[in-house]
């Protein structure tokens, strides 16, 4: 059986463009978190997510549903991150005096913590993003798509294009990373 952003993608696949709307208003939400946990400014989230939107509607009478729409969207999502890095690395960086000769390096860069969600609570909720944010790149990457997009390992995998078992040791890593962070900073997960 398939979701509902699957079966809205297939109709607006088919040519019901009326409900494009319907799909970025489940979707955005998604996206905006996934490229903030990744550790883009508000901003360039917000950039990121529309560009993301606009191939996935430009490219909308191609879809097959191979597998869930999530899945199909969060592995453009991923691309598209990595070109955004790609492209600030080759453009003109900005030093500022007490910077390297060479500049930041934006691929091993930490990710700035996001803001945190309506109603969290704020110790709680900054520790945890401060944690996300000392993950690996690898492990902070899968964290990131299971917590964002709510997706299966094996989606994750096939968005990755890694093994499902390795999908599952970074998760793992990653959570014992967090629990660990978390005891340091005395909180008892």
């Known amino acids: 059986m398939q979701d509902e952003e699957t079966r809205l993608m297939l109709r607006l696949a088919a040519g019901e463009e009326d409900l494009f709307p319907v799909l970025v208003e489940r979707v955005l939400p998604r996206l905006l978190g996934y490229f903030r946990r990744l ?25 097959t549903a191979r597998a869930r729409f999530l899945t199909y969207l969060f592995h453009i999502a991923r691309n598209h991150w990595i070109d955004v890095y790609r492209h600030r690395r080759a453009g003109p960086t900005f030093v500022s005096g007490a910077a390297g000769a060479e500049g930041p390096d934006l691929l091993d860069a930490q990710p700035a913590p996001a803001p945190a969600p309506a109603g969290e609570q704020g110790d709680l909720g900054a520790l945890l993003r401060e944690g996300v944010a000392a993950l690996t790149p690898e492990q902070r990457e899968v964290f990131v798509l299971a917590q964002s997009g709510t997706l299966p390992y094996e989606e994750i995998s096939r968005i990755l294009k890694i093994p499902v078992g390795t999908i599952k040791s970074r998760m793992h890593a990653a959570i014992r990373h967090l629990r660990e962070f978390l005891r340091r900073r005395g909180v008892e997960p």
């Open 39 to 63: 550790g883009a400014d508000p901003a360039t989230a917000e950039d990121c997510a529309q560009e993301v939107l606009f191939k996935v509607y430009r490219h909308r009478h191609g879809y």
